[in-house]
């Protein structure tokens, strides 16, 4: 990657970083008094709830699925390989679906929540099928499993742009992504997929940035 490329690079893995720490921090106590995560139409309670915080889950979901999709954007374009092989570059295309149906996910769960409160008013049965419908998609679409950024990361790990470490936390994002395809495990998996690709970006981040004597990256 060209030396003016790494700050921008070093920014967009940053960003990523911190929009996954903001997105934990606030699930962790804004939204603990509701079950968010609960399987099929959601309770009227929960939906009071959400109605209530619409406009602080509107700024969660904006910040988690498309200020992190269009930085992720730049970083899968930052440690693409020039004059790669196909299936290397199949793997940075991988990465750009993945960001695109970041993006697309979090754009679905704004406008959601936009209607949300009327419908709610007019009828509240009627806003928890409404919300329901968008949350299966949001889920579908941008984060119920995590193959298409275990498949990016993976790639990532087998060509020469990270350090050894680097590629050993790269495996274990990789294959906890890979792991939220199986029911009985997809918890467990998203957990470890999404605390350490966290910890990955901002791995990332600190040995790309210009200012850091520790330069690992060499995409």
Not at 51 to 68: D, P
Not at 192 to 201: D, E, K, N
Request: with cysteine; aromatic share 10%; charged share 10%.
């Amino acid at each position: 990657m060209r030396s003016s490329d790494r700050p921008f690079a070093a920014l967009a893995a940053a960003v990523c970083g911190l929009t996954y720490l903001v997105g934990l921090l606030m699930y962790a106590t804004i939204f603990s008094g509701a079950d968010l995560d609960a399987a099929g139409v959601p309770s009227i309670r929960t939906i009071a709830f959400i109605v209530t915080h619409s406009g602080a889950l509107r700024l969660w979901y904006f910040s988690i699925y498309v200020v992190n999709g269009l930085a992720l954007l730049m970083l899968v374009l930052a440690l693409s390989e020039r004059d790669a092989p196909l299936w290397r570059r199949w793997i940075t295309g991988v990465g750009f679906v993945w960001s695109a149906l970041v993006i697309a996910a979090g754009l679905v769960a704004v406008v959601a929540l936009a209607s949300l409160p009327e419908i709610y008013r007019t009828a509240p049965s009627d806003a928890a099928r409404h919300w329901h419908i968008a949350t299966s998609l949001i889920e579908g679409v941008g984060g119920g499993t995590e193959l298409l950024g275990a498949l990016w990361i993976l790639g990532i790990a087998t060509g020469s742009a990270f350090a050894p470490a680097q590629k050993g936390l790269a495996v274990v994002v990789g294959t906890a992504g890979m792991l939220t395809l199986h029911p009985a495990v997809a918890e467990a998996g998203g957990a470890v997929f999404g605390i350490g690709f966290m910890g990955l970006f901002f791995w990332i981040a600190v040995t790309l940035c210009p200012r850091c004597r520790w330069q690992s990256i060499k995409a």
